[in-house]
């Protein structure tokens, strides 16, 4: 079946350092794939999408490029900061059933 | 648009005994989904409606657990006879059918059972 693999966390940067979360997947035909967020107290929230392979969905500053040679779709932002500490989810969706599978999340945690 | 709505937002219940859980999606979205999320792991689909039509039972929806779209609008989502490892976070979801990929989630409702 489908699945979505996301490195191990949590994740601790300093403020304006280089981020990046690495997610790879496993699925057949050709999915869209996702990245969602959920900030302290709230809700999951979509954050960017990719729907075909070299792609590269971008909001708020990270960026993810759908690599279909590689299956992966690692987040990246320039320079975080404290206000993107939240839990970070890898997802895919195939299909027209549209169920969302996801990643185990990681945790980022910003310091000042 | 004030978003996908769950009520309650925290339950607490003891082992046998139902719960019932309520979401209401945003308006115009005729799509609605439910997931499971436990602590440390990503949420995981349950099952989803397409207006009124139930389309899609994941195998984690033992016959235990009910899921109704009544009307096509708010979606309730029974456990009958809880079990502890129903401990979890539940959450819904709506999309509209052809931007089915912008899922947007409430908040959950937290259910714990004693």
């Known amino acids: 079946g489908d699945s979505v693999t996301q490195m191990e966390g949590p994740v601790t940067l300093s403020e304006e350092a280089f981020l990046t979360i690495n997610c790879t997947y496993t699925?057949?035909?050709?999915?869209?794939l996702f990245w969602y967020v959920q900030y302290p107290g709230e809700g999951l929230q979509l954050l960017l999408k990719?729907?075909?392979?070299?792609d590269k969905g971008s909001n708020k500053g990270f960026e993810a490029t759908y690599r279909k040679e590689t299956t992966s779709f690692h987040l990246e932002k320039g320079s975080v900061q404290v206000s993107d500490s939240a839990v970070y989810f890898c997802?895919?969706?195939?299909?027209?059933?549209?169920?969302?599978?996801f990643g185990k999340g990681i945790t980022l945690s910003v310091r000042p | 648009d004030t978003g996908v709505s769950q009520d309650p937002r925290h339950k607490i219940t003891k082992r046998g005994q139902n719960v019932t859980f309520r979401c209401d999606p945003i308006?115009?979205?005729?799509?609605l989904y439910w997931y499971r999320q436990t602590l440390g792991q990503g949420p995981e689909f349950l099952t989803y409606?397409?207006?009124?039509?139930?389309?899609?039972k994941s195998r984690l929806l033992s016959d235990r657990f009910s899921a109704e779209r009544p009307k096509g609008s708010f979606s309730t989502l029974e456990i009958q006879r809880t079990e502890q490892g129903d401990s979890a976070m539940y959450l819904c979801?709506?999309?509209?059918?052809?931007?089915?990929?912008?899922?947007?989630f409430g908040p959950g409702t937290r259910l714990t059972v004693t």
């Open positions: 997802a895919l969706t195939r299909g027209a059933n549209s169920k969302l599978t």
């Open positions: 308006s115009e979205h005729n799509r």
């Open positions: 409606f397409q207006n009124e039509a139930q389309l899609e």
């Open positions: 990719a729907t075909k392979a070299d």
């Open positions: 699925a057949t035909g050709y999915p869209s």
């Open positions: 979801a709506s999309s509209t059918r052809t931007r089915y990929y912008e899922q947007y």
